[in-house]
C-alpha cells in the first residue's frame, strides 16, 4: 500500500483524481458501492452510498454526475479527495473506476459475513461473493483498503438476493457514521493505524 493514505499532502487546485497533483500524488478516492434508483436506496445493498453522502455532508460536497458515476471532490484536511457513487449498478462496478489506481481507493461496501452494524477496514483479499467487489477486482485488481459494514446473514427460506436487495434494518444505518470515521481514520491515519482503531472486537 502507498503511503498515500496517512501522510501529508499539500493542496492543490484540481480535486478530480484522474490526475496527480504537481507531486505526483493520486488524490485518495472514496468510492461507495451500491445501485442507482430510488428503489435502492434503503437497501442493504446500498449502505455504501449512506456512507459516502455521509462524507459529503460532513466536508462539503456537492454531487455532480460523471459518466458511469457521481462524483463529489471534497478535502480531508490537507488533502484533496473525491467521492464517487458508480451508476452503472453493482456488477458492473469496476467499469466506473477506469483511470483510477488500486493504492488511491477505499472502498465501501455491505459485508454479509460481518455482523449487522459492524464495521471493519480491510486491505485486499478476494470479493467474497460480493459482485461488486468481484466488478472492482476484474477490472483493478485487488490492492486496496475496504471499509465494511456489516449486514449479517439472511434468515432460512431467504435467499441472498433478496435479502441484500431487502430494506436495512435500524443497526446498519446506525452504522452509517462509525463506517465514515473509519474512512476519515484510513485518510488521515493510514490503513494500519484505522484498523487497530475498528477491528477491535468489544
Known sequence: MSSLFGGRQETHEET??????AGGLMSPVVVGLGNPGRSYERTRHNVGFLVVDELARRHGGSWRSKKKAEAAP????????????????????GTALAG????QLVV????????????RVKV???AGGHNGLRSTIQHLGNDFVRVRIGIGRPP??????????GRMDSVIK????QAADA?????????EAAMNRFNTRS
Not at 183 to 191: H, L, Q, T
Open 100 to 103: 483510477y489506481k488500486p493504492d
Open 108 to 119: 465501501v461496501h455491505d459485508d454479509l459475513d460481518l455482523p449487522e452494524g459492524d464495521v
Open 156 to 165: 432460512p427460506g431467504l435467499t441472498v438476493t433478496d435479502y441484500v436487495l
Open 74 to 93: 471534497i478535502g480531508f484536511g490537507l488533502k484533496n479527495g473525491t467521492l464517487l457513487k458508480p451508476t452503472t449498478y453493482m456488477n458492473n462496478s
Open 124 to 126: 485486499g483479499g478476494g
Open 16 to 21: 478530480g483524481a484522474e490526475e496527480p497533483d
Open 174 to 177: 446506525e452504522a452509517v457514521p
Open 183 to 191: 474512512v476519515e481514520a484510513v485518510i488521515e491515519s493510514g490503513p
